[in-house]
T-cell receptor, first 118, second 112 residues
């Protein structure tokens, strides 16, 4: 299984809502990532989990809360978002890197969740 | 600041022609990767080249890496309409974490 799945595909939420994005992979990867991508822009790294521990937080506002309950699952909890948070949210996974080094190797991306905040 | 800068920003060619995209970066890297993204969808990994490699081939793809100039190029030969997509380079370096930074991307349009 070489697939990263993300649910839901589309999400519309109000600024007072609480919702969660889910990502799953069964490739045995021990690094998982959340990216945010605005239209016609490259993906921007938000969070990295390595061996189920938060490794990188790119100064993301606290209204985004990541969670890695096990090695196959990655969640992104959303609360009190702003309209400017509307974007495509991409999840990815990878092996931790050559010889276990802390740099990322080939990343496998999910199809993304298209989030609209009203 | 952005690690990878790409040019051109957009490229329009006829089917059968070759397409060349360039990527420049600013700091030392462990590897450089190229990804393709069809409109509004997830990214697909194309090829990875390590910092000690100079050239790599995969099917119709040829990637070069010049670490002295901090640049890479992606060549797609005999392009097809299905190659129409955005192409991103991504650099990965040892920062104490798994940090990958994507370039701005090149939007390729292949006309049938």
């Amino acid at each position: 299984d070489t697939e990263v799945t993300q649910t839901p595909k589309h999400l519309v939420m109000g600024m007072t809502n609480k919702k969660s994005l889910k990502c799953e992979q069964h490739m045995g990867h021990r690094a998982m990532y959340w990216y945010k991508q605005k239209a016609k822009k490259p993906p921007e790294l938000m969070f990295v989990y390595s061996y189920e521990k938060l490794s990188i937080n790119e100064s993301v506002p606290s209204r985004f809360s990541p969670e890695c309950p096990n090695s196959s699952l990655l969640n992104l909890h959303l609360h009190a978002l702003q309209p400017e948070d509307s974007a495509l949210y991409l999840c990815a996974s990878s092996h931790p890197g050559l010889a276990g080094g802390p740099w990322s190797d080939t990343q496998y991306f999910g199809p993304g969740t298209r989030l609209t905040v009203l | 600041s952005q690690q990878g800068e790409e040019d051109p920003q957009a490229l329009s060619i006829q089917e059968g022609e070759n397409a060349t995209m360039n990527c420049s970066y600013k700091t030392s890297i462990n590897n450089l990767q190229w990804y393709r993204q069809n409109s509004g969808r997830g990214l697909v990994h194309l090829i990875l080249i390590r910092s000690n490699e100079r050239e790599k081939h995969s099917g119709r793809l040829r990637v070069t890496l010049d670490t002295s100039k901090k640049s890479s190029s992606l060549l797609i030969t005999a392009s097809r309409a299905a190659d129409t997509a955005s192409y991103f380079c991504a650099t990965s370096r040892n920062t104490g974490g798994f940090k990958t930074i994507f370039g701005a991307g090149t939007r390729l349009f292949v006309k049938a």
